[in-house]
């Protein structure tokens, strides 16, 4: 089983790579602690610092080893020129504002990773600390939809629980999507 989740939320955006608010440190605390029954043996994350410290919470509470790995950086799924129809033309012009260390052409990378981590820890049950875009990606490839639905997944809410499993048949099957933990007042 993989688990998705998105990284807690940032403590404002005013710099380049935020780390997480306290308010999003809460949160990751309380998912934490809704998948500390589970047989997690891993934790990958990205390499930004709110998916690193989400990553921290969890391997504490869970006790699970964690690595960073950059197959979980940020990025966005941007078509190439061959692809843009694809895409509904209202959102071309988005694409063109998606900074270049972020763009994945057709998602190409992102696919790539995607079946690296399924085939390489199906067998096992793992976390993913990564971005809101790569979760959808993540889902959208599992539902073999079109490229364009990535975009109509969501959102993708902070320290949310996407959790993705095999079928009998050993294929993955989406079992919860945006899963989000209820922060007592």
Do not use: C
Request: net charge negative; hydrophobic share 40%.
């Amino acid at each position: 089983m993989i688990h998705l989740v998105r990284h807690g939320e940032a403590a404002g955006h005013e710099e380049a790579d935020p780390g997480l608010s306290e308010h999003g440190r809460r949160q990751v605390h309380a998912l934490a602690n809704r998948l500390a029954f589970r047989p997690v043996s891993r934790v990958l994350h990205g390499p930004s610092r709110r998916t690193s410290e989400t990553a921290v919470i969890l391997t504490e509470v869970l006790g699970a080893g964690s690595e960073a790995t950059d197959l979980l950086a940020d990025r966005t799924p941007v078509p190439s020129p061959e692809r843009r129809g694809d895409y509904p033309t209202h959102r071309w012009e988005w694409f063109e504002g998606v900074p270049d260390a972020e763009r994945d052409p057709d998602g190409t990378m992102l696919t790539d990773t995607w079946h690296k981590l399924w085939f390489e820890h199906h067998d096992a049950e793992i976390v993913l600390v990564t971005h809101a875009f790569v979760a959808a990606w993540f889902v959208r490839q599992v539902l073999n939809a079109p490229p364009a639905t990535w975009m109509r997944i969501g959102p993708v809410g902070t320290a949310t629980l996407t959790s993705i499993g095999p079928n009998l048949a050993g294929e993955p099957v989406v079992e919860t999507f945006n899963a989000e933990v209820i922060l007592p007042l």
